[in-house]
């Protein structure tokens, strides 16, 4: 009887914390339960408050819904259009100069994708590209940051002239960091002189 009672209540402590993220494009998540999803919008109630008002989302704002059963519907492809914070003329508007100091700085992804994006800017003609010490970020022309949220890597580069973030742009990482970096290098190399 022991058991079943509390098999019972481990059953519905597992229903209670049930829930449903919505990942948006930006990286944002959402706890909510989803109540219908659309070809133009989603439609769902903050987890924290289920009894609270239908909340809508336009689906080219949503990247990936994580239902709580364990299935993952991706609703906007990130590659399929631009992704950034920022609109995609700013996005367009700088130049990378070969002969800039350029550091990286990564964030919970690890060692291997800091040497992988090195790696590749030095092979795009790079002479002076290195992993972020807090000596050499203050020498730095410009910082390519990356910052993962769930499914997706967030790249960003600042000038550090002005401070000003000149490129901000997300690639859903789904298969392994080389790919993802390769995508990110292969979106920056038109602005590369």
Known sequence: MKKIVTIILLFLGIS???QDIITLR??????AIVTEVSQSEIRFRLYEHQEGPIRVHLASE???IDY???TREIISA????DTSSQTTEENQNFLLRRDAKIVIATYSIGRGPRTIIQRRLMEMGFRNVQI?????EATADFMIIVHPVPAVWMFRIVDRASDQTIYNKGFAHMTTA???VG???RDIAPFVE
């Open 183 to 185: 995508r990110f290098i």
């Open 16 to 18: 209670v914390c049930a």
């Open 26 to 31: 930006t990286g944002e998540q959402i706890r």
């Open 178 to 180: 080389g790919n993802t």
């Open 78 to 81: 990130l590659d399929q259009a």
């Open 132 to 136: 972020r010490t807090d000596q050499n």
């Open 62 to 64: 949503v990247f990936v």
């Open 68 to 70: 709580q059963d364990g």
